[in-house]
């Protein structure tokens, strides 16, 4: 584990461009809150825009980023999108609506902006594709929350055919895959309590936060899907888990993860690298076969 350079701020969320070249980053509080730009391997850091966003995501393309902000003049927060260089103004990507949607991925195919839903009626929390057409639009359930179920935290498998996601139905949050855009399998990835889940980019595992530790499970999908055993990959209790809108880390192309690590000391927060662990999950998944 080694700093990644960015130095001791009140970091709040962290997303990786899709080569892993580039983070975006929130960094401050409230209304004082901004995303920035840097490098991943760390050094100066770019302003992008104000108000943040406490979760983004990044277009397949790398050229656009997504997030929820509360914009000048409105009363409520909103999907939307600026493009990944300084200059930009944030797009708004839903209907004039109050509502409490949060953004968690980009869909592989450049599409729609994959959302944890909140229906302004029954409060429910379930999982939505917002078309990215240009014009504002209306979230489409997929996976609908119930009055006892909470549905949130999406991620789309890269190939787009897996969804990921938390859902609080045996009375905690757990991590669950499902096929996709037909739900004809489904199966539980966590063991004891997981949140927050997000796909290797090579789509044969997901990563998740339990506690304070970040966990990886394999995934088969052939002859039927299947769920390994999780496994600890990093357990600190000083990583930022964050709220259910945080996004506290992320996983580059080469396996390394970056996260926002909480310095107990000085009461601020820095952003670390996890290097080589993707290696021993690979010989650990070797070794399972022999």
């Known amino acids: 584990m080694s700093d990644a350079g960015f130095g001791q701020r009140e970091f709040g ?5 899709p080569d892993g070249r580039r983070a975006a980053i929130t960094i401050g509080d409230g209304p004082d809150a901004a995303l920035y730009l840097a490098d991943a391997g760390g050094g100066p850091l770019t302003m992008l825009a104000k108000p943040a966003s406490w979760a983004t995501a990044w277009s397949p393309d790398g050229k656009w980023i997504a997030g929820v902000v ?3 003049n409105q009363a409520y927060s909103t999907p939307a999108r600026i493009a990944a260089e300084p200059g930009g103004t944030w797009k708004p990507q839903r209907a004039g609506e109050s509502n409490d949607d949060i953004v968690a991925q980009w869909a592989p195919d450049g599409r729609a902006l994959l959302v ?3 229906d ?5 929390r379930s999982v939505a594709m917002l078309a990215i ?3 504002p639009a209306k979230a489409s359930v997929i996976v609908e929350g119930a009055e006892n179920r909470l549905v949130q935290l999406p991620s789309l498998s890269p190939d787009g055919r897996w969804l990921a996601y938390e859902s609080n139905e045996t009375g905690r949050a757990e991590v669950y895959v499902q096929s996709y855009p037909s739900p004809t399998a489904r199966v539980q990835v966590s063991r004891d309590g997981g949140s927050r889940p997000m796909w290797t980019k090579r789509g044969d595992a997901l990563y998740f936060v339990a506690g304070s530790a ?3 499970n394999t995934l088969t999908t052939h002859p039927e899907l299947r769920a390994g055993v999780p496994r600890v990959m990093v357990n600190d209790p000083l990583l930022v888990p964050g709220g259910a809108a945080n996004k506290p880390f992320d996983v580059a192309p080469d396996g390394r993860l970056l996260a926002i690590k909480e310095d107990a000391s000085v009461r601020s927060d820095h952003i670390v690298v996890v290097q080589n ?4 999950v690979r010989a650990r998944k070797a070794e399972d076969r022999k």
């Open 116 to 118: 944890s839903h909140r």
């Open 277 to 280: 662990w993707l290696s021993d």
């Open 133 to 135: 057409d240009g014009t």
């Open 70 to 72: 509360l914009l000048p």
């Open 13 to 17: 969320a962290v997303s990786l461009s």
């Open 214 to 216: 970040i966990m990886s």
């Open 120 to 124: 302004s009626q029954t409060g429910r």
